[in-house]
């Protein structure tokens, strides 16, 4: 037996690592039922401007000012959530208290806005949106806190990663079916019946996933799971120190920075627009590429999860970011030296087989990237426990959700200034638009040239990120003896 296996061995009994496996596959259901929500806010658009009569820029402006400002609250949220030291626990009474606060929102803003007098109305909408994000946010947060306790074992913590990830693809496939059945029935996106149907049947299925991940970490969320902050309370300056000092949480920053943008930017709805409707001039591939990747894409993260657990985030990381900057770069190659128009499903050829092939392993290796990012969140979380003596996850995660909500708001207007220079400033490349050299290096470049530049900033990150597989078995370790060693004074100091 190797000296990495036997660490292993040694760190499931030094942490006590007892979890059961239902747990772990129930638990990242609740992210799911969470992602249902922000799926509906897909179409607020439609009804803000369709049935509650917003004008289509006003409600742009709202949704993008309101996240704006509920990511400035984070910080104040992560940090009521480190200092909660309730006889209930630290997950349940946030996420029960955020799940309501979230649904109920949701339906005053779809059951109420369009009956508000106008004069009043955009001010109402606004505040029930705040509202609704500061509830979603702090679930995030609250679920996320969960993922530490469930599991100390670093091979484990990618199976709820790539669960997580595999629950949201089946999500996000039902979400567009089910919109896609359910829209025409009502007529389309101008009846208010529609969205109340969506809301009730998302609330519902929402409801049983978040309910199934609270039973999953019911008995885990106690005090004695969360360290010592009653005698070393968290403070709004130990959240700057952890900015400040965690070294590894930095440098796993710098790659949620730089691949969020990155990935944002090269799935805006008009890349995928430039590339298959316009260069290769037929946008229906896009969505036989979709439906043809599903099952394989799951497949892939079913078992990529044990490989992932087997190697170490840090190490999978790396691996599948040189096959995804790898995939970048022949991807383009064959557009650019190849006959786009060539690819066709009813006409199969050289160029078809190989985007296929080279499109899957991009998809795939883009994939498992991500995957491999997830559990390094717990283990700078730990990582901070270990280095401070306080467990503040809150801090990490509202950093986190901070950085999503800032680049959500930061890629549209990036995307939006390089296709302005190339002239489209009144409006955005349609499916009619012709192909143009300029054209064709804006979408080769926002679909996989800014993707590139984040990955080699993620391998220089990963270069010097310290939290290893073996790493952070010493660091489990470490944390389960000071545990212990604390149980038995507090046993002495009643004696």
């Not at 401070?388 to 901070?402: E, H």
């Not at 080699?456 to 944390?479: C, G, N």
Request: net charge positive; glycine share 10%; charged share 15%.
């Amino acid at each position: 037996m190797s000296m990495e296996n036997s660490k292993v061995l040694n760190v499931k009994k030094a942490t006590g690592e007892t979890t059961p496996l239902w747990k772990m596959i129930v638990y990242p259901m609740g992210g799911s039922g969470r992602i249902l929500f922000m799926m509906l806010m897909f179409l607020l658009s439609f009804y803000a401007t369709g049935i509650a009569g917003m004008g289509v820029v006003l409600v742009g402006t709202l949704i993008t000012g309101t996240r704006i400002f509920d990511g400035i609250t984070d910080p104040l949220m992560g940090l009521w959530i480190d200092k909660t030291q309730g006889k209930f626990g630290k997950i349940r009474p946030f996420a029960i208290g955020s799940w309501l606060v979230m649904v109920a929102s949701a339906f005053l803003i779809f059951f109420t806005t369009h009956y508000i007098p106008e004069s009043f109305r955009i001010v109402y909408f606004a505040v029930i949106y705040i509202i609704y994000m500061m509830g979603y946010s702090t679930l995030g947060m609250a679920l996320v806190i969960g993922e530490p306790i469930l599991t100390k074992d670093p091979k484990k913590r990618p199976m709820l990663a790539g669960l997580s990830m595999i629950y949201t693809t089946i999500t996000g496939a039902f979400f567009g079916m089910y919109v896609a059945n359910v829209a025409p029935r009502h007529g389309g996106f101008n009846n208010v019946a529609l969205f109340h149907e969506i809301l009730i049947a998302f609330t519902i299925l929402g409801a049983v996933m978040t309910i199934g991940a609270l039973i999953a970490i019911w008995k885990l969320d106690v005090a004695e799971n969360f360290g010592d902050n009653a005698k070393n309370p968290i403070k709004l300056k130990d959240m700057f120190a952890t900015l400040k000092d965690n070294k590894p949480f930095q440098l796993v920053l710098i790659s949620l920075v730089t691949d969020r943008i990155a990935q944002n930017m090269a799935n805006h709805a008009v890349i995928g627009v430039i590339i298959f409707g316009i260069i290769i001039g037929d946008f229906g591939i896009s969505g036989a590429m979709s439906g043809i990747m599903l099952i394989p894409n799951i497949i892939v993260l079913f078992f990529g999860m044990g490989w992932v657990g087997k190697v170490g985030s840090k190490k999978a990381y790396t691996w599948t970011l040189y096959a995804a900057i790898s995939f970048a770069i022949l991807l383009p190659i064959l557009l650019i030296f190849g006959d786009p128009t060539q690819i066709r499903f009813n006409n199969i050829g050289f160029m078809t087989i190989a985007f296929v092939v080279l499109n899957f392993g991009f998809g795939v290796s883009r994939l498992l990237s991500n995957m491999c990012v997830g559990p390094m969140i717990p283990d700078v979380i730990d990582y901070e426990t270990y280095r401070t003596g306080k467990f503040a996850p809150g801090a990490i995660v509202a950093a986190q959700q901070f950085i999503d909500k800032f680049i959500a708001t930061l890629y549209q207007a990036i995307v939006a200034l390089i296709l302005a220079s190339i002239g489209f400033r009144e409006y955005l490349p349609d499916l009619d638009t012709p192909l143009t050299r300029d054209l064709f290096i804006v979408g080769i470049f926002l679909g996989f040239g800014i993707l590139i530049i984040s990955w080699l900033l993620s391998l220089v990150a990963m270069k010097f990120y310290p939290l290893d597989r073996a790493r952070m078995v010493e660091i489990q370790t470490e944390l389960k003896r000071r545990k212990e060693e604390q149980i038995a004074q507090e046993a002495l100091g009643e004696i």
